[in-house]
């Protein structure tokens, strides 16, 4: 498929660095501007696909003016959103999805995609961006999708086709993040029976913060699943052809969340042991401590008592002074002697 470049327009409504405006057909792909976009909706054989970057509010408001957009689905563009969703209108889809981007130990940016799927259009929306994520991270699956149409190794014949092509990548990207993750937790499953504690507290942090990484992961596939799960009951607001792709496309979603579940639950396996163990050590190193005390006490409690008045120079009571001793002995012994037949030693 052919990449070709309109004729660049008098006047750009939305700013052309943060938003591309492309016509998709059978045979080619067009570069175009906004003030174009009217006259490619009037387009047969073809759609619209327009990527924007970090969506601002002339931007909303033109879209919205354009396309007849909700107010609060311009609103949900603008403002971060957490939880991806789907609201179903009368002549499109609007979504929220998120694909994972790892940041400092223990935290995973949530990349936003907003989409609305019309009949001859897919407009996808990216941001607000959070520190620390780059445009190129953001827009990683759009371009991914738009370099394969370039290629001629994908050509979607509708809006929805392009569409799960795009979450489809997100899958990817999610089912990629895990397998990072598992190398992970084999490398601390292997450390935790190594018996590697040089830096105890420093192992058991970065094992609860990896924990928290393959969770946040699997709440974003779980919550994708079930926005998806949701859009095939709405079987009079969809095209023909995307039940099967939105089939796909929560059986991508459920395999990441059934396998960061079993890598959560390994991870949190692999800290149990290493609790068990560290307090089993400490239980063992008290043990110990109570039975020097316990051995010692008896000792302690004599020579308390006769200690300053068996040595007292030529005073010294010889016969007195060797029976206690010898006492003493006799005690020592008899604790430990218990104390092993315990099994506390």
Known sequence: MAMQAAQPSAVQAIDSRATQVRWVSATTVEEHGWADV???LARPE?????????????????MGDLFGFH???LRDVLDRSHLPKIHAYADHL???LHAPEAAEAGHVHLVELDQFIGRNYLITTHGPLSVGVSVETATRETSYVLGKIAGGRLQPATPFELSYAIVAAIAHRQGGYLSTLASKVAAL????RAGDERDPEKLLESMF?????LLTLRTMAAQSREVYERMSALTRMIPPEAPPLIADLVNRFERVTHAADGEKDFMQGVIDFYQARTSTRM???????ALIAAVVLPVTAIASVYGMNLIVGERTDVVQLVIVLAFMGL???GMLAWTRRMGWW
């Open 189 to 192: 499953e292997t450390a935790v």
């Open 38 to 40: 009217e006259s490619l």
């Open 209 to 213: 913060l990896l924990r928290h990484e």
């Open 283 to 289: 239980n063992v190193a008290m043990e110990r401590l």
């Open 331 to 333: 005690v020592t012994a």
């Open 94 to 96: 609007f979504l929220i």
């Open 71 to 73: 107010g609060l689905a």
């Open 46 to 62: 073809g759609f619209v696909w327009i990527d924007v970057v970090e969506c601002d509010e002339p931007g909303a408001q033109r």
